[in-house]
């Protein structure tokens, strides 16, 4: 019944950016929180943004801060990964994944609070290419 459907990937120079979709059905965005993964050939799976439902605050990794930014569409139940400045190491196929909780888990470092899930729960979309050219 949860589905979580990927769109928007594709190719993109460098420098370029692209809008990721993820069309969620069968729950309320309202009930978990949602966060966005990649993985590319030989590399482990990174988590790279979430969003909490329990005090609306996002979350992203050290990569991706500042070039990423994810939002939520609750009329249309979406929610997107907006990706600016792209790079060709950030080619890989896209996830995002409903978590098991309202709340996003993270860790602090450096003054900061930085995302950083298990990659081995929650439900998932399957997956969309971006690959970014040099």
């Known amino acids: 019944e949860v589905q979580l459907v990927e769109s928007g990937g594709g190719l993109v120079q460098a420098g370029g950016s692209l809008r990721l979709s993820c069309a969620a059905s069968?729950?309320?965005?309202?009930?978990?929180?949602i966060g966005w993964f990649r993985q590319a050939p030989g590399k482990v799976r990174e988590g790279l943004s979430c969003i909490s439902r329990s005090d609306g605050r996002a979350f992203y990794t050290e990569s991706v801060k500042g070039r990423f930014a994810t939002s939520t569409d609750y009329a249309k139940n979406i929610v997107y990964l907006q990706m600016n400045n792209l790079k060709p190491e950030d080619t890989a196929v896209y996830f995002c994944?409903?978590?098991?909780?309202?709340?996003?888990?993270?860790?602090?470092?450096?003054?900061?609070?930085?995302?950083?899930?298990?990659?081995?729960?929650?439900?998932w979309g399957q997956g969309i290419q971006v690959t970014v050219s040099s």
């Open positions: 069968g729950f309320s965005l309202n009930d978990s929180a």
């Open positions: 994944s409903r978590r098991p909780t309202r709340a996003c888990r993270f860790r602090r470092h450096s003054g900061q609070e930085w995302y950083s899930p298990k990659v081995d729960t929650g439900s």
